[in-house]
């Protein structure tokens, strides 16, 4: 398994309840894997733990069938890739020198680029639709564009793992879908992305497995089938939907039905 959490728990500070309570999945190698649930589900907790930037009060997270906290830093990102929700911009550069940090934990500190690292770069730009941006500032970048660019900067590690946590926030249709296609095409390359996701069809629609996640604990973990039930997706999400299948993709499509209190 590239990715697998064992009975992972996590708790911030002194809080009562633990943001993950006891989580149990497994990510086979060369899928993409989509975590699914509503605000406060403990999905972004589940990526902190998996690439062991917080610490399990109890279980342990697994990266290649390794305990994550037995990887070296520059280990880890050589073989995964990580797009968090945002990040602070310390300081000016552009595009490509911001793509281009992706190189790091191949180069170290002080080897310049050589031809592998500019290919690298130069093809994450171009399957990012990031190329003609190569010499604008990312700070003057819009927030579809930068998270586009980030997405870059990951794929340029040349990674065997990806993890992205609401990767397609920010952007419109057209760059949305050329996001999952790219994550999907990269899947089928070989590469496991895990997903975090609040696009619920288009998860659907692209991803081969998904774990469904309500108030810190599994909801439901499998294919399509398993997991897109509609009284499932009702308890978790809190509101009445209809699961029907869509007629081009053959995908379950989630629609949200007129609310119990609606007029």
């Keep these: 398994m590239m990715f697998e959490a064992v009975d992972l728990a996590i708790r911030y500070g002194r809080h009562r309840r633990q943001a993950l309570a006891g989580i149990s999945m497994q990510v086979p190698k060369g899928g993409l894997y989509a975590v699914l649930g509503p605000n406060g589900s403990g999905k972004s907790t589940l990526m902190r733990g998996l690439l062991g930037t917080v610490t399990p009060e109890a279980g342990e997270a697994r990266i290649g069938g390794r305990n994550v906290r037995d990887w070296t830093r520059r ?8 797009v968090s929700q945002a990040e602070h911009l310390a300081f000016p550069m552009n595009v490509r020198d911001f ?3 992706g190189r790091y934990p191949h180069l170290g ?10 290919n690298a770069i130069a093809a994450s730009m171009e399957r990012c639709d990031v190329d003609e941006l190569h010499d604008r500032d990312v700070t003057t970048l819009s927030g579809g564009e930068l998270q586009r660019v980030r997405i870059a900067r990951a794929l ?3 990674p065997t793992g990806l993890v ?3 990767p397609t926030a920010s952007l419109d249709i057209r760059h949305e879908m050329t996001i999952f296609q790219l994550l999907r095409d990269s899947a089928d390359g070989g590469m496991t992305v895990l997903l975090i996701t609040h696009h ?10 998904f774990l469904l996640l309500s108030d810190g604990k599994v909801a439901a973990e499998g294919t399509r089938d398993e997991v897109f039930q509609a ?6 999400y809190r ?3 209809a699961v029907g299948i869509d007629p081009e993709t053959g995908a379950p499509q989630v629609t949200p039905r007129q609310g119990p209190d609606a007029s």
């Design 75 to 82: 280990s880890l990102a050589r073989a995964v890739g990580a």
């Design 99 to 101: 793509v281009g940090m």
């Design 109 to 118: 500190a002080f080897r310049p680029e050589g031809e592998q690292d500019r």
């Design 156 to 158: 340029a590690q040349e």
């Design 164 to 166: 992205l946590d609401e």
């Design 200 to 209: 619920i069809n288009l998860a659907a629609r692209f991803a081969d497995r």
């Design 231 to 236: 009284d499932v997706l009702e308890s978790v």
């Design 239 to 241: 509101w009445p939907v």
